[in-house]
């Protein structure tokens, strides 16, 4: 099976991260999947920006999780990028399933619970799942073990994967060791070891951010299960051509 390719935040280079228009481009660029990041705002509901404070993306400042959705959703997330965008919001995770039922897109959705605890963010997440059944295309990833745990307690058939930046020793025996059915790493602690160890054991390996042409290179070599990109066209062109 060919490495797939999943557009992170989007096709993030080409257009606003984590908007309506940068996942758009992804699927235009042919990218098999999106990756996102999932906070929720003061009122509960999920949307999709990747920092705890909404400063470096858009025309506001102050966090996430102080805004209602009505506030949040008055920001301005694309002229940061670039001043076509202007005007662009920043999407709930509802528009963003309403908008994938129909499309042919996998989902990797990171609930951001690595520095604020969202209380109840996988139920709230889980039930938007169902709701557009797209669960079966939908992994959830996060660096929390424990909101995998939760994930899991829900509905053990959910797909999750753990997110590490960290070289560890024992990695696959610590994954066996959590509710993770993949791993997601950063590219820096990738190597033939672990790429093959995850093939050996089944385990789907995916790595982030991928977007220089050696790195994409060695990821399609050492048949990652996926990688996250900033730039799915030349993802796409270079994995054609290997
Ligand atoms: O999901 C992989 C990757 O997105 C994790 O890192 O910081 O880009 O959310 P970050
Ligand atoms: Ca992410």
């Not at 996102?36 to 025309?59: G, S």
């Not at 994938?100 to 889980?126: C, G, M, N, Q, W």
């Not at 089944?202 to 220089?212: F, K, M, S």
């Amino acid at each position: 099976m060919q490495t797939q390719i999943f557009a992170h935040r989007g096709a993030s280079r080409y257009a606003p991260e984590n908007t309506m228009p940068a996942f758009r481009l992804a699927l235009h660029m042919q990218a098999e999947g999106v990756e996102t990041d999932v906070q929720l705002t003061r009122d509960q509901i999920p949307v999709l920006i990747h920092d705890e404070n909404v400063k470096r993306t858009t025309d506001g400042s102050g966090f996430v999780q102080d805004y209602t959705f009505q506030e949040l959703r008055s920001l301005d997330a694309g002229s940061w990028f670039s001043k076509e965008y202007e005007g662009t919001h920043i999407p709930s995770l509802e528009e963003l399933l309403q908008w994938v039922a129909s499309r042919p897109l996998f989902l990797h959705l990171e609930l951001k619970t690595d520095k604020i605890s969202y209380k109840h963010i996988e139920k709230i997440v889980y039930d938007l799942l169902q709701k557009y059944n797209v669960m079966e295309r939908t992994t959830l990833s996060s660096f929390n073990e424990d909101t995998l745990k939760n994930v899991k307690e829900l509905n053990s058939s959910i797909d999750t994967a753990f997110l590490t930046s960290t070289k560890m020793r024992k990695m696959l025996s610590y994954l066996s060791s959590i509710p993770a059915d993949g791993l997601h790493i950063k590219h820096t602690i990738l190597n033939r070891k672990l790429a093959s160890r995850c093939r050996k054991n089944q385990i789907p390996l995916r790595v982030y951010t991928v977007n220089r042409p050696a790195h994409l290179r060695k990821c399609y070599h050492l048949k990652c299960s996926g990688i996250f990109t900033d730039v799915p066209d030349i993802a796409w062109s270079i994995r054609k051509a290997v």
